[in-house]
């Protein structure tokens, strides 16, 4: 490790989680003379630092692709000034509000040199100082004592085994009882960070002799082992045996059962676990849960929307004759009841005309309350993922956000702009794809909106649960306590299509074979492991030069000879050969080159790209380590920092094309799928397909599919909540 000793001339880049690249002015170093007076680039994660004090840095230079040479900080300390320009620089910087130049010049004239450690050892000295008001002097002893504080406590932080980045972090939230919660118990740092994973503060705190059963091990393990049963099932909460068995898994020791009991015990006093009659649940999921049953049924015994006599049924006929367009009564029972009810649901399976009820609400909302432009606040379409909102989009031509785009999420703190103390103007709010919406996503919704807000929600509850925990429409729609609309009539007839008679019969646990290979909508070749692979290629050799947003392949798992990442280079290579005139990238052992479909994994809301957006890689610099993806017209450019927000597109999971339609599908089922061979994921599958569907594998995979319910069912208490209060 070098020393550099200098100050900091400008700032390029700073992040909310203290991330910092600056300009540097080198005083002194260890390395080489030829760096004294030089300015260079230094990166690493900073607490608390300006450019008007002097810092002494410890770390490594190290050649950036793109940026050239950098020194990477890994520890830092501020340098007490000792000359009048420095010390008169410093007090009179924004560290010191309402000192200012003359001020800070008195204080030289009075203190010289040794100023600062003058103030330190006595603050009283400063009262002799005419110019200072008692406000001036507490601005000057707080900070100076707070910048101490922070260097020394992130020092003591890296002693432990912290990197700078977590100990920076770790300061930011706890302040001055930092070491006082450390020492007290280091688990805390897991409860209250988000970003520090159990395995990576365990790791610290037994380097630093915590024992194997001590109890406040025991207690985060347990907190680690609700969250992974959480993470792995989508449960809300767990039994005791599941937990006791997990914990085995994550501390690798069987702790006594005394010993695990007691620890319960803890969690429940300290309010970090609650207990229900059939198992325990983290605060997060009971306090979530519990927002949303007081949400919920407030808007739901608020007194209905006042309407003259026949008002509603006037409108919906206008906009019927004007638009040319017939809706059964289950239809316009939802359209009305969207503008009387405080709360609604609407839910139907595919082609039962949601989407065209949106449509129409949105529009009769613009001529109801003679709207020639809807102002956003007012009325706001939302939906869990950026495929499912750009489709809402393109179907009612009224703007559509994803949830987290709503709330202004940031990604780098993990929480949201628009919350209980800052909540949206909206009137109304339909959330469309509701079967994705978890548990805590709607909570923080919930919070970000007035009491008054009116919400409808719209899905198909048959579709898979959300990724993250919780099964929100199925709660609402079970409880039997609020006003659902079922949409049942097809508003695509069904001697149209076999897609959707497939559909409906897969939700009854049944297929009938005849439906396959009769029209030209529905397909089932036969294939087994051995000879999918070329069965495929033939398939896809047929739709080709289809556009790639209207083709899809989509298997149930990854992994297996038939799983996504195999099938995915085999399409590669069919769909995008190797060429000298595309260039290619190694990425984590996958390769991609120019031409590639490519599937997106993060949110990245600065960018306007969201989780199963689908693109087009445009460039691929070798020399920078950059990859350019074109996602519909939006060009965004990826480093080696985020290359793992994307992989390879022509073969997709079923979960990550939900919210998604494409014409044609083609979905793979073999018995070797095992365990994803489950009802509501080919469901969800087969309801992606808007004009062809064409499953390839073998029929007893399909059958086993459809007659498995079992991973279909999640623990959630909100339904219960629900009917207990």
Known sequence: ????????????????????????????????????????????????????????????????????????????????????????????????????????????????????????????????????????????????????????????????????????????????????????????????????????????????????????????????????????????????????????????????????????????????????????????????????????????????????????????????????????????????????????????????????????????????????????????????????????????????????????WNKDTNKFQINEYNKSNAKLVIIDEVSMLDTLLFSSLLKGLKYDTRIILVGDVNQLPSVSPGEVLKDLIDSNLFPVIRLERLYRQKEESNIINLAYDINEGEVDYSLFNKNLDLFFYQANSMNLKNNLEIIVNTYKDMDYHDFQVMAPMYKTLNGINNLNQILQDLLNPKSSSKNEIVIYDVLYRTGDKVLQLQNMPDDNVYNGDIGIILEIDNLKREVVIDYDSNVVTFTSSNFNNFTLGYVISIHKSQGSEFKTVVIPLLKEYGRMLYRKLIYTGVTRSSQKLILLGEKEALDRAVLNNQNDIRKTNLKEKFLKN
């Open 1 to 408: 490790m070098s020393k550099i000793v200098g100050n900091i001339t400008r700032t390029i880049f700073k992040s909310d989680n203290n991330y910092a690249v600056f300009l540097f002015k080198v005083k002194e170093n260890d390395i080489d003379k030829k760096y004294n007076g030089k300015s260079i680039t230094v990166t690493g994660y900073f607490y608390d630092v300006e450019e008007t004090f002097d810092l002494s840095l410890t770390g490594e230079f190290q050649k950036h692709v793109k940026y050239g040479e950098q020194f990477n900080v890994s520890s830092y300390q501020n340098v007490i000034p000792e000359d009048k320009n420095s010390i008169v620089s410093f007090l009179s910087s924004e560290l010191f509000k309402g000192i200012g130049e003359a001020k800070a010049l008195k204080i030289y004239e009075e203190l010289g040199d040794d100023a600062i450690n003058l103030i330190k050892r006595d603050p009283n000295i400063l009262e002799n100082i005419k110019t200072l008001s008692p406000k001036n002097i507490q601005t000057i002893t707080s900070k100076l004592s707070e910048l101490d504080q922070s260097t020394d406590t992130i020092l003591k932080l890296t002693s432990l085994g912290f990197l700078v980045k977590d100990a920076t972090l770790i300061y930011k939230h706890f302040r001055e009882k930092t070491i006082e919660i450390i020492n007290n118990d280091i688990y805390e740092v897991y409860y209250q960070i988000e970003k520090l994973s159990f395995q990576k503060i365990d790791v610290i705190a037994k380097k630093n002799g915590i024992s194997i059963i001590d109890i406040r091990r025991i207690k985060a393990g347990i907190i680690y082992s609700l969250r992974l049963l959480a993470s792995e099932k989508g449960d809300t909460y767990s039994f005791e045996d599941e937990i006791y068995k997990m914990l085995r898994i994550v501390i690798n020791y069987e702790v006594e059962e005394s010993l695990f009991l007691k620890a319960i015990n803890e969690l429940l006093s300290d309010l970090k676990i609650i207990s229900l009659s059939s198992g325990y649940q983290l605060l997060e999921f009971f306090e979530a849960d519990s927002n949303i049953v007081k949400r919920i049924n407030y808007l739901n015994h608020k007194e209905d929307l006042f309407y003259k006599k026949g008002f509603l049924d006037k409108k919906i006929l206008e906009f019927e004759k004007i638009n040319q367009i017939f809706y059964d009564e289950k239809q316009k029972e939802a359209i009305k009841n969207a503008f009387l009810k405080n709360f609604l649901i609407i839910t139907g399976g595919p082609g039962t005309g949601k989407t065209t009820i949106i449509r129409s609400i949105v529009a009769l909302y613009k001529d109801i309350f003679k709207k020639e432009e809807l102002d956003l606040e007012e009325l706001v379409l939302l939906a869990p993922t950026g495929r499912a909102a750009k489709r809402i989009m393109e179907a009612t031509l009224f703007k559509a956000s994803t949830i987290h785009r709503f709330l202004k």
